[in-house]
């Protein structure tokens, strides 16, 4: 069974700064798949970034970008030029080639973005 | 494009009441899951259709909770009889196809049973 760790429950950073998010997944697959979302206080889940495990670039979108590495089975995500609006609980989930369709998800690390 | 719709947004019942949660996917997503989200925790898994089938509902506690997506579109999840346990956020997810498709979450349902 797969486990996926966020080790840090509440990160804080102010606007215009950077955050990096922590993420370790426990996996004896070699093909998957590691997504991060973002859940506001609106409970709305929000695909962030998503990874293929066999493709070694790292995955960004704008002001997000991912460090992974693979066979470390860390996969953190880097907010830049953080904006209020960033301010959500954010979610690391894993999904695995012997389980389609079932996301693993984390704990979640609490992001609160200040003034 | 619509993202998947969650009805209601929240509901609050007595303890062995039943409740019924309403979903509708992204236009032309075969994939459907139900989600279920404990407070400070990340979702769970409850069910996953392909289409009209169920095909991985192990997560599912089948003595009070199911599912039916009858005609491959909209689902609904009921719980009879709701247990005070059971107040947590229930979230819809819809993929385009089979895995490993990216998932899209509706906004939820948030139960609490008294």
């Known amino acids: 069974a797969q486990t996926v760790t966020q080790s840090q429950p509440e990160m804080s950073v102010q606007e215009a700064e950077t955050v990096t998010l922590s993420c370790t997944y426990d996996?004896?697959?070699?093909?998957?798949?590691l997504f991060w979302y973002k859940q506001p206080p609106s409970r709305q889940m929000i695909l962030v970034i998503r990874q293929e495990a066999y493709k070694q670039q790292n995955a960004t979108e704008n002001r997000f970008s991912v460090n992974f590495q693979k066979a470390a089975k860390s996969f953190s995500l880097k907010i830049s030029d953080s904006q209020l609006g960033d301010t959500a609980m954010y979610f690391c989930?894993?999904?695995?080639?012997?389980?389609?369709?079932?996301?693993?998800f984390g704990a979640g690390t609490q992001v609160v973005v200040t003034p | 494009e619509a993202g998947v719709v969650q009805s209601p947004r929240y509901k609050i019942i007595e303890k062995k009441q039943p409740v019924a949660f309403w979903c509708n996917p992204i236009?032309?997503?075969?994939?459907l899951y139900w989600y279920l989200q404990n407070l400070g925790q990340g979702p769970e898994l409850l069910i996953r259709y392909e289409n009209e089938e169920a095909v991985d509902d192990s997560q599912l506690p089948k003595d009070r909770f199911s599912a039916e997506r009858l005609k491959g579109v909209d689902s609904t999840l009921k719980i009879q009889p709701a247990e005070l346990g059971d107040s947590a956020v229930y979230l819809c997810?819809?993929?385009?196809?089979?895995?490993?498709?990216?998932?899209?979450f509706g906004p939820g349902t948030r139960l609490l049973v008294l």
């Open positions: 996996t004896s697959e070699s093909n998957y798949y």
């Open positions: 997810a819809s993929s385009l196809g089979g895995a490993p498709e990216t998932q899209y």
């Open positions: 236009s032309g997503h075969n994939t």
């Open positions: 989930a894993f999904l695995g080639a012997d389980s389609w369709g079932k996301l693993q």
